[in-house]
Nanobody, 115 residues
Framework: QVQLVESGGGLVQPGGSLRLSCAAS????????MSWYRRSPGKSREQVAS???????MYADSVKGRFAISRGNSQNTVDLQMNNLRPGDTAVYYC?????????WGQGTRVTVSS
């Protein structure tokens, strides 16, 4: 059974940084893509960033230049470095991964940006 576990959320002041990590277990193969999504209060889910197994990346316009997605030494881990955080980045962040074996979601980690 594939499981994705996120870590690294928390409370940070505007302008601060956080690094989210996601580790997958139970997958027999490397995920074709791994992504981060977020859901802010009162808003629909938004894809924040994604990275393929070959290293191609995509970012939402709202986070370009501030966030960076990377895959770890283990191909089935993914990190999201978030810099210059804004109150509008407050959300629950979800790890998402997929490939030939299907698509999977983590349980989410909460990020709160507030002074």
């Amino acid at each position: 059974q594939v499981q994705l576990v996120e870590s690294g959320g928390g409370l940070v002041q505007p302008g601060g940084s956080l690094r989210l990590s996601c580790a997958a277990s139970g997958s027999p193969s490397t995920f074709t893509f791994m992504s981060w999504y977020r859901r802010s209060p009162g808003k629909s889910r938004e894809q924040v960033a994604s990275i393929t197994s070959t290293g191609l990346t995509m970012y939402a316009d709202s986070v370009k230049g501030r966030f960076a997605i990377s895959r770890g030494n283990s191909q089935n881990t993914v990190d999201l470095q978030m810099n210059n955080l804004r109150p509008g980045d407050t959300a629950v962040y979800y790890c998402n991964a997929g490939g030939s074996g299907g698509e999977f979601w983590g349980q989410g980690t909460r990020v709160t940006v507030s002074s």
